[in-house]
């Protein structure tokens, strides 16, 4: 009988467990906007400044537009500079030590929405991991699982906004959120890795969306 009660209690107590990290990411998702509003996005135009390592800073802008079409440019000279992007089909970033833009027919894009939109019908699982303190600041942490990848989300316990989120090469912290239409997004972004060798950090001024963007935004 105790085996049993114990087992209930551990069953009962994984539910409750999924349930406050789906929670957690359904309050991200309301607060930052309402699931219809940004499904309702189709594309985004960021302009702003990067800064890679310590010495090297490049005025940028960003394209985006639904499912999954992507440019990244940095300006020099005043001239748009393409460094990485999806055209839909093929995938292009930059070869610095052939100073050209390459073609990659196995690039994989990233969602245009981040994952843990609608994350059940993507496959993912959720979990709740409990609290961290960073700083000063304590967050909920929360793993998203598909098949053998996880990617960690720190949520503010008060407001529920992202904070960082950590994959397996890259750990990506957000801050300074705006208004964007009907929609919260943040305006300062900073990349660290392992390596070291592609940390930055973006600095954006402009975020425009749903702006209908030229035919050949997408072309490289």
């Known amino acids: 009988m105790n085996r049993i009660i ?4 551990i069953i009962f107590s994984q539910i409750i467990f999924a349930q406050t990290a789906k929670e957690i990411i359904d309050r991200n998702i309301e607060s930052s906007g309402g699931l219809t509003n940004w499904k309702l ?3 985004v135009q960021i302009q702003g400044r990067v800064t ?3 010495n090297d800073s490049y005025l940028m802008k960003i394209y985006q537009q639904r499912p999954n079409l992507t440019k990244t440019a940095i300006i020099l000279a ?3 500079t393409p460094v990485e992007g999806f055209d839909g089909k ?6 610095y030590a052939q100073n ?4 990659y ?3 994989i894009p990233e969602n245009f929405d981040n994952d843990f939109i609608d994350y059940e019908s993507k496959g993912f699982e959720a979990e709740l991991l409990g609290k961290e303190k960073i700083g000063e600041q304590i967050y909920f942490k929360v793993e998203l699982t598909k098949n053998v990848n996880k990617t960690i989300y720190y949520f503010d316990i008060k407001n529920y906004s992202l904070f960082r989120e950590i994959k397996k090469d890259e750990t990506l912290t957000y801050s300074d959120y705006r208004k964007v239409g009907n929609l919260l997004m943040p305006y300062r ?4 890795s392992p390596k070291k060798d592609s940390d930055y950090v973006m600095m954006i001024n402009k975020i425009e969306i749903n702006k209908e963007l030229p035919k050949n935004t997408f072309k490289f």
């Open 6 to 9: 114990v087992l209930f209690a």
């Open 41 to 43: 996005l189709n594309t």
């Open 52 to 54: 890679l390592g310590v």
């Open 78 to 80: 005043g001239k748009e």
């Open 90 to 95: 093929n995938g292009y970033a930059m070869n």
């Open 100 to 103: 050209k833009l390459q073609q």
């Open 105 to 107: 027919t196995d690039y």
């Open 189 to 192: 972004i900073e990349s660290s």
